[in-house]
């Protein structure tokens, strides 16, 4: 158990809805990374929060959005689904903000679009 | 943007042998993180080398980091069914694509 909780585990909607994933980090742990992996592939890094604020941006569409909140719970939005949307969503956190600290994975969300 | 390589894809061996995969980038890593993804699982992490020549070592597994940091290995010696799994480099939220191993019994 990595600590990091991630809900909900499966989510199967359809074109054009809009979702939210929810990801609580490790207890102490303030850097939150959202990722997306489709089928048999890599792990692209979406983006980063550190302790409510934005630090970094990945490869997001601009119909994706998140925040972190004050007691460092975040939240993936997913708007205008798209079925190539459908992926496994993981939720990362570490410690600190830099890229030394060991990232801790939650179990991930998979969300299917029909 | 920074990018990390890592080869080979995919690699079939059969237990008992030897199995490495390498990580490269184009521009000098401050450090490089090694995550393991069992299939159906999420990915975990291994372990982190920052210094120039870097060799660690966890049982089977032999980490290095390459003198000029820009390059990385993992080594697994007499593979188990249990190193089945995709094992990913990273540096500072950039991953490598995975190798995919696969071990026949």
């Known amino acids: 158990d990595s600590g990091v909780t991630q809900t909900p585990k499966h989510l199967i909607t359809a074109t054009g809805q809009r979702v939210t994933l929810r990801c609580s980090p490790r207890?102490?742990?303030?850097?939150v990374y959202w990722y997306q992996q489709s089928l048999d592939q890599g792990l692209q890094f979406l983006i980063h929060?550190?302790?409510?604020?934005?630090?970094a941006k990945g490869n997001i569409l601009e119909r994706f959005s998140a925040q972190q909140f004050p007691d460092l719970h975040s939240e993936l939005n997913l708007s205008s689904l798209e079925l190539g949307d459908s992926a496994l969503y993981f939720c990362?956190?570490?410690?600190?903000?830099?890229?030394?600290?060991?990232?801790?994975f939650g179990d991930g969300t998979r969300l299917s679009i029909l | 943007g920074q990018q990390v390589m890592q080869i080979p894809q995919y690699q079939h061996v059969q237990e008992g042998e030897d199995f490495t995969t390498y990580c490269n980038s184009s521009?000098?890593?401050?450090?490089i993180q090694w995550y393991k993804q069992r299939p159906g699982g999420h990915p975990v992490f291994l372990i982190q080398?920052?210094?120039?020549?870097e060799v660690k070592k966890q049982k089977r597994l032999t980490f290095q980091f390459g003198e000029a940091k820009k390059n990385s290995s993992l080594h697994i010696t007499a593979t188990q069914t249990t190193d089945v799994g995709t094992y990913f480099c990273?540096?500072?939220?950039?991953f490598g694509a995975g190798t995919r191993l696969t071990v026949k019994p």
């Open positions: 080398l920052v210094k120039s020549g």
């Open positions: 990362a956190s570490s410690v600190g903000a830099a890229g030394y600290q060991p990232q801790h």
């Open positions: 990273g540096n500072d939220m950039r």
């Open positions: 521009t000098t890593l401050s450090n």
């Open positions: 207890s102490g742990d303030l850097s």
């Open positions: 929060y550190y302790n409510g604020e934005e630090r």
